[in-house]
């Protein structure tokens, strides 16, 4: 479990594991930061904790996030929509897409768990 107070710690911990699981560059930054969103939505919008699981799977890293928050209040697209340029929050999700290569939201009452992963063969030099 994590809260607040863990974000920065887990966010090194991922950016050294993925490295050593063959990331690098833009694509091990990509992926920092989407993990980054999905722990600060997990906190802020989840009840305040979360679970975090990160592996390697078929040349990829792929990382979990769950909360046991209400869930999402509205309806899941299937592809989350980029907000307005002028909208001050709600970006994680979006850019939790964007920079991954796979994305998968699960959200109803006993939560939200977001499963995203960066295949490693596509790693920068």
Do not use: Y
């Amino acid at each position: 479990m994590f809260d607040r107070s863990s974000i920065t710690a887990l966010r090194h911990a991922v950016a050294s594991r993925a490295a050593d699981a063959g990331l690098g560059g833009d694509r091990l930054d990509d992926f920092v930061v989407a993990v980054n969103e999905l722990l600060t939505n997990a906190v802020r919008h989840g009840g305040g904790l979360g679970r975090v699981a990160l592996w390697c799977a078929d040349d990829a890293v792929v990382c979990e996030v769950s909360d046991t928050g209400l869930g999402l209040t509205d309806p899941v697209p299937e592809k989350p929509v980029r907000p307005a340029t002028t909208q001050p929050g709600g970006w994680g999700l979006w850019l939790a897409e964007e920079l991954t290569d796979t994305f998968q939201l699960i959200t109803g009452a006993g939560g939200t768990t977001v499963r995203v992963s960066s295949r490693v063969s596509l790693r920068e030099s």
